[in-house]
């Protein structure tokens, strides 16, 4: 690694977790490389946002443009029972006075842009077609730069004190290091297209996001976007969706034809471009950091998204590893050690939300039953809903596991001990 070019930190994946991680180290002062190996705008799935999303977004200074966008404004979610019977819809001001309980419905291609524009403004220095093939090690182990190729097939390797993985789904560490462990009861797999003139809410509704079931605790998404689209997707078991057709047209046709709200509203619309799907769903790393290297986003940790957490969890994640990250290179030392509280706040977070998604799944659950034998978890409820996570939610989690069989914590995600930590311990 001789000659190469250094900076203070490599952010491998310009996505939100990537793209917020640079903006804020950037915003410290910090020399910041963001390695992306598509071109903006590129498509993305995962839309709807949570209202919690605005404290970071704030932070990175996007609020204005937000609002000044075509982003359709998201004041509610509401359910659709499998006969059509659609619930009040939840408000989020009703429950909390503040601009950020009204969020936004966004375009990803553009949001995504968005975002790494802004830490390209701060001072990131962004590199597009810029694909990291390999991490780079010391002789002890620690990560201390990456080796990237170009759109012609060319390598160069880029040096730094701290590299972060925000590859999203693509796990490169993840990956590379067979870190990647399912979550062994959500193994849902999702389907998903767009619609062009579907049906839509008039006034404070249009926007909303809604959950409409299906058989077996499968649900479809309905999400409003600009331009008169739509977008549609369904999540379910695979052998539930695959029974009969592995045609995603015809899997899509059968289960509008299980939902008459879902029926109804896009029948009156028009599908365009690709149906797309995904599998193996939700994963946790076995680590969050190693020396010199922090998982953030999707790279670390992906959760079902029926509760719209994802893009909230790589913001909040961006966030809290670069904050960590500068403390670190001020101390100047960057080991994982240093990321231990990273990775318990982040593990914490989620072990709340994989309650929720736990219970969700579960025959015969509802929120109404929890929340009506228990008011007082009311409050608690609405912020994990909201996304307001990085706090202590077991008398919420124990309320809930009086109607649902609830998952143990799971063990991983901390940062990797040093080499003989295991034996020195015994
Ligand atoms: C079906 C489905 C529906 C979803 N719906 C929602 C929703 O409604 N709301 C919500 O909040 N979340 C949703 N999500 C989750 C959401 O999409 C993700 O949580 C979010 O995009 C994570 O952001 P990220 O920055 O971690 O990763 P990404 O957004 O995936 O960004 C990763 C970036 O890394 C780049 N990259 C990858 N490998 C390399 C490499 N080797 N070198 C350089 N660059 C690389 C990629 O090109 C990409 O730009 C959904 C997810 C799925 C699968």
Request: proline letters at 4%.
């Amino acid at each position: 690694m001789e000659n190469t070019q250094a900076f203070d930190v490599i952010v491998i994946g310009g996505g939100p977790a990537g793209a917020t991680t640079a903006a804020i180290l950037a915003q410290h002062g910090r020399s910041v490389l963001v390695l992306e190996k598509d071109y903006f705008p590129r498509y993305h799935v995962g839309e709807s946002l949570m209202p919690y999303c605005w404290f970071v977004l704030d932070r990175l200074g996007v609020i204005d443009q937000l609002n000044e966008s075509a982003f359709p404004k998201k004041y509610s979610v509401q359910f659709v029972s499998m006969q059509g019977r659609v619930s009040q819809p939840f408000y989020f001001f009703e429950h909390w006075d503040h601009p950020a309980a009204v969020t936004w419905q966004v375009v990803r291609s553009d949001f995504d842009k968005m975002l790494l524009d802004r830490a390209a403004e701060l001072g990131a220095e962004v590199r597009y077609g810029a694909r990291a093939k390999e991490f780079c090690r010391d002789d002890n182990g620690k990560v201390i730069g990456v080796r990237v190729e170009n759109d012609l097939g060319e390598s160069y390797y880029v040096s730094a004190s701290v590299t972060v993985d925000a590859t999203g789904r693509d796990a490169l560490a993840a990956s590379r290091n067979q870190w990647r462990i399912k979550d062994p009861e959500l193994g849902k797999i999702a389907i998903w297209t767009y619609y062009k003139g579907a049906e839509r809410d008039p006034g404070l509704d249009e926007a909303a996001t809604t959950i409409a079931y299906l058989p077996d605790k499968g649900w479809f998404w309905y999400i409003p976007l600009p331009d008169d689209v739509v977008g549609v997707g369904i999540v379910a078991e695979k052998d539930y969706l695959f029974s009969g057709t592995r045609d995603k047209a015809e899997i899509l046709a059968r289960e509008a034809a299980n939902n008459p709200w879902i029926q109804q509203r896009i029948s009156k619309g028009t599908q365009f471009g690709p149906i797309w799907a995904t599998g193996d769903f939700s994963y946790r790393s076995k680590y969050c950091a190693d020396d010199g290297l922090v998982l953030v986003g999707d790279a670390f940790a992906f959760l079902d998204p029926v509760f719209s957490s994802g893009v909230y969890l790589a913001l909040k994640s961006g966030e809290l590893a670069a904050d960590t990250i500068h403390a670190a290179l001020t101390a100047g030392d960057t080991s994982a050690a240093q990321f231990t509280k990273y990775g318990e706040q982040l593990c914490a977070s989620i072990e709340t939300m994989r309650a929720l998604v736990y219970a969700f799944y579960q025959k015969d659950f509802s929120m109404k039953d929890v929340v009506t034998k228990f008011p007082e978890v009311k409050g608690d409820l609405v912020d994990c809903l909201i996304g307001d996570l990085v706090r202590d939610f077991s008398n919420l989690c124990n309320a809930v596991g009086h109607f649902a069989e609830l998952p143990e914590h799971l063990t991983h995600g901390l940062p990797r001990e040093p080499v003989g930590a295991e034996v020195a311990a015994v």
